[in-house]
């Protein structure tokens, strides 16, 4: 069979364009940065005044890389990235209980001991994130026309825990990491070629959003709180349409915030208690979901 012949193009490619520029004889003109191309000048690209480009580069590379891969829907699971499997919650107990020892007197380290023992009591939501990105792979993949991916935001804790879940079942599995002033890296569990880095935990969180069809956030600190709350305020001003909101552990949430006092002190509306709902189990949450797509023919 005849091999298709490629679309002719006029002018050369930009890849094209950055390998010619490199081909010239050294000269005080040539070897000036004012000669490189603009777009292969990495010192110029990262001055103050080209933030608004980087803004938008940063917006487009992750999405035009999911437009690739046929990323279409996406639930999202938020949660703390300091809640890990049980066995390494054990781990971490150990050697604060150790440190402790040698230091009785030492109130921080009782601090330390007091906070691993409630980490550990808490390591079971590291088990139903994953049960979790595991019934929501394989449900979905059971289903005609579902394309559902799991997203987290690809650090270690309840996100390792989401993405395992998918990988488990052999799906695709998204994770949007942050750069970070501490050594931060993509969980093993992510998909490679979905797997992004930002700079911007603006264009970051919009990315969260941009795909989503149901949101699950499990117990978590500032991150997980931050994220929470943006979705929240989007959906009550109605910047964006309804989706599942879903707080896995009532006890958790329920302690850290009360919600009623917000609707008795009128700085909220009772229907806006409406927006999310508590879960407890990976079971319910995955079929809280699926309701709400089927009762909104989203297949």
């Known amino acids: ?96 209980e150790k440190m402790a ?30 049960k979790l990105g595991r019934i929501l792979s394989e449900t979905c993949h059971a289903r005609t026309g579902c394309r559902l991916v799991v997203i987290t935001g690809g650090g270690p804790g309840i996100m390792e825990a989401a993405n395992r879940g998918a990988f488990d079942a052999g799906a695709k599995t998204i994770g949007l990491n942050i ?32 795909r989503a069809q149901a949101l699950v956030a499990f117990p978590g600190g500032f991150g997980t709180l931050d994220e929470l709350f943006e979705t929240l305020t989007l959906i009550q001003t109605k910047k964006i349409k309804p989706l599942p909101v879903l707080l896995f552990g009532r006890q958790f949430w329920e302690k850290l915030i009360n919600f009623d006092f917000l609707v008795e002190e009128g700085v909220i509306a009772p229907e806006d208690l409406d927006i999310f709902q508590f879960v407890d189990t990976a079971e319910e949450a995955g079929r809280i979901i699926f309701e709400y797509f089927n009762a909104d023919d989203r297949y």
């Open 101 to 130: 020892a040698g230091d009785p007197a030492n109130e921080i380290f009782r601090q330390r001991v007091a906070a691993a023992r409630r980490i550990v009591a808490k390591s079971h939501y590291y088990d139903e994130a994953r």
């Open 179 to 210: 750069v970070l002033p501490h050594e931060q890296a993509p969980n093993p569990y992510i998909t490679p070629d979905l797997s992004f880095q930002f700079h911007y935990f603006s264009i970051r969180k919009m990315h969260f959003l941009m």
């Open 1 to 96: 069979m005849p091999q298709s012949k490629q679309p002719f193009k006029r002018f050369p490619t930009a890849q094209e364009d950055a390998h010619a520029s490199r081909v010239y004889t050294p000269t005080p003109q040539t070897i000036s940065s004012s000669y490189k191309l603009s777009y292969t000048d990495s010192d110029f690209i990262m001055r103050d005044e080209l933030r608004p480009v980087r803004l938008q580069l940063e917006l487009m590379k992750p999405e035009l890389l999911q437009q690739e891969h046929g990323i279409k829907a996406t639930v999202v699971v938020f949660g703390g990235s300091r809640v890990p499997h049980e066995e390494m919650a054990q781990k971490r107990l150990a050697e604060a």
